[in-house]
């Protein structure tokens, strides 16, 4: 029987025991107390600094970085479009209120860890717990390895404190973020997230006889029917359509079958008695229709109803369609029989209403026939058929660029001074997310791949990280103290309430949308999720995509500021 208790069991393969800490720490991370996780990254954290501190491994550095590379790149990639526009007219007051957040976020980091007198690791790692975000990690420990003065053991002891504090701190600040901003806040200013959503869902629908279900989701439905009615007859196909979109439904006729015969489809065919004819429509408005009674009676005609189908992810490009909201954009006559299933920005689901614009690098899931379909997206942008082939020339050039322009390096009071391998990464990923999202024409990268890079990507790291400073965990959390997680929890607090006076009393940002806004800036996962479930509602997401690219680039950034502060 194997003794897992021999601290030399991995030294010949540590490789398999960063595998085992990655599947462990993706089962601890799954433990949950309602919509709030510690998450697989936490997971694999811990772990790995319970394991590095049992086994005493060492992994080779150059593993870690490849990793942290690969996941910067993927989550520039992946906020890049919506990180840009967060730099325009409609998203600047989110931006700004994001910008708050996490200069306040630094300030009161650094102010606590100069009254406490933390070196450049614990300082760095409370201020990525507190603020929640991994990538202050890998960044940190970039910057303390080119701080002058100190020797490789010190510099070592130095990174190893970045993971300690970070640990210590990030499962309260998780905690402490989404209850401030789905209960605390709510509760304080005597506000219903839940009411206010739905009030606040309403006014942004433009009113019409077509409404949107909660999410977006179009329940489409199709029938076959006889015409028999007399004032259908004689009519085209064109002429019906219209009378039923004046009349606030979206009623299709995608088929007709005349003497046995399907015919082809043509708007201007004139409607003749006898004719079968392909209704699709929106269930809500074929029922309140009652096409038996205004066509004729319902047939079964399995090849008029079996037309190919289809279901296409398209990327807006087209400059006629962008900022068009979504009802003007279903008002288009290319969009006659299609319809819009879900939108995505920022690689998210995005829960939106007939007012949401459609920005560039946004992904609208058409469905409909597909003779119908396929104009419809070359119209509104570039077609994404579904492929599994990343695109490596894209990924590898841009990591390459990257890792180049981080470089080059000046100097202040002898510190270098550069975004480093890692920022520019994080920079090139943004730069070639955003022209992805402008010529969707290259650089695929389908989400397995992203997940890969991103999620997998950032867990492998950090298991490695705490493998190795699991040795001197034990003893930088007993030098640290217990002050360490009371900090990091004002640390947590602070900016929060900062950003929401500013964007309550001053911007007069609406409650729900700022308690997204809010989650998005601190870069809290589970904090939108607590909000989204408080609202019973996905409104609040709609503050949540522009704060959040916004507060992971500055975040990321300042795990380095913090660290060339104590020089």
């Not at 690969?70 to 007219?89: C, D, E, I, N, T």
């Not at 839940?194 to 989701?217: N, Q, T, W």
Request: charge should be neutral.
């Amino acid at each position: 029987m194997i003794d897992f208790l021999d601290r030399n069991i991995f030294q010949p393969h540590p490789e398999l025991l960063v595998f085992l800490t990655v599947a462990i720490g993706f089962l601890f991370g799954k433990l949950r107390w309602k919509a709030i996780a510690l998450g697989a990254v936490t997971g694999c954290l811990i772990v790995g600094l319970l394991f590095g501190a049992q086994f005493e491994v060492t992994i080779d550095g150059t593993v870690k970085n490849l990793f942290f590379t690969m996941f910067l790149f993927a989550l520039g990639y992946r906020v890049g479009p919506q990180f840009f526009q967060g730099l325009k007219k409609d998203g600047i007051p989110q931006a700004v209120n994001a910008v708050v957040v996490c200069v306040t976020g630094l300030l009161v980091s650094w102010l606590f860890v100069w009254m406490l007198g933390y070196g450049p690791g614990l300082s760095a790692g409370l201020l990525g717990g507190a603020l929640t975000q991994s990538a202050v990690i890998g960044v940190a420990q970039d910057a303390i390895g080119s701080l002058p003065g100190l020797s490789a053991d010190q510099i070592k002891d130095e990174q190893n404190f970045v993971a300690v504090g970070y640990a210590v701190c990030y499962p309260l600040g998780t905690i402490l973020c989404a209850i401030l901003l789905a209960n605390i806040l709510p509760r304080l200013y005597r506000r219903d997230l839940a009411a206010e959503s739905a009030r606040l869902a309403a006014e942004l629908d433009v009113p019409s006889g077509d409404p949107d279900l909660g999410e977006g989701y179009y329940e489409v439905v199709l029938r076959a029917y006889t015409v028999r009615r007399p004032d259908v007859v004689g009519r085209t196909v064109q002429d019906f359509e219209d009378q039923q979109k004046a009349l606030g439904r979206r009623i299709y006729l995608t088929g007709v079958r005349r003497g046995g015969k399907v015919l082809e489809h043509d708007q201007q065919r004139v409607l003749a008695d006898g004719d079968i004819v392909a209704v699709s429509a929106l269930r809500g408005d074929l029922v309140g229709y009652d096409a038996r009674t205004h066509i004729g009676p319902e047939a079964d005609d399995v090849e008029l109803l079996g037309y190919q189908t289809e279901t296409l992810h398209v990327i807006a490009s087209e400059k006629e369609q962008l900022g068009k909201s979504i009802a003007e954009l279903r008002g288009e006559p290319f969009m006659v029989g299609v319809y819009i299933d879900k939108l995505y920005r920022s690689g998210a689901e995005f829960p939106y209403r007939l007012a949401t614009k459609v920005e560039r690098g946004d992904t609208l899931v058409l469905t409909g026939p597909r003779r119908l379909v396929d104009p419809a997206a070359t119209a509104i942008g570039k077609p994404v058929p579904t492929s599994f082939a990343t695109d490596m020339i894209w990924v590898g050039l841009g990591i390459f660029l990257g890792g180049c322009i981080g470089i080059p390096a000046l100097t202040a009071g002898g510190v270098p001074i550069s975004l480093s391998t890692s920022g520019g990464a994080l920079i090139m990923g943004l730069v070639f997310g955003w022209i992805r999202g402008k010529y969707p024409t290259f650089g695929n990268v389908p989400p397995g791949a992203q997940w890969f890079m991103d999620t997998l990507g950032l867990c492998l790291f950090v298991a490695v990280v705490g493998l190795n400073a699991g040795p001197s965990f034990t003893s930088g959390l007993s030098s640290a103290g217990w002050g360490l997680l009371l900090w990091g929890a004002v640390a947590t607090v602070v900016p929060l309430l900062v950003g929401f006076l500013v964007g309550h009393h001053i911007q007069k940002i609406r409650f729900p949308i700022l308690m997204g806004v809010l989650a998005g800036g601190q870069t809290t996962t589970a904090a939108i999720g607590a909000i989204n479930e408080q609202s019973r509602s996905q409104v609040p997401t709609l503050g949540y995509t522009v704060p959040y690219a916004i507060g992971n680039v500055l975040l990321t950034i300042w795990g380095a500021v913090i660290v060339l502060l104590h020089h």
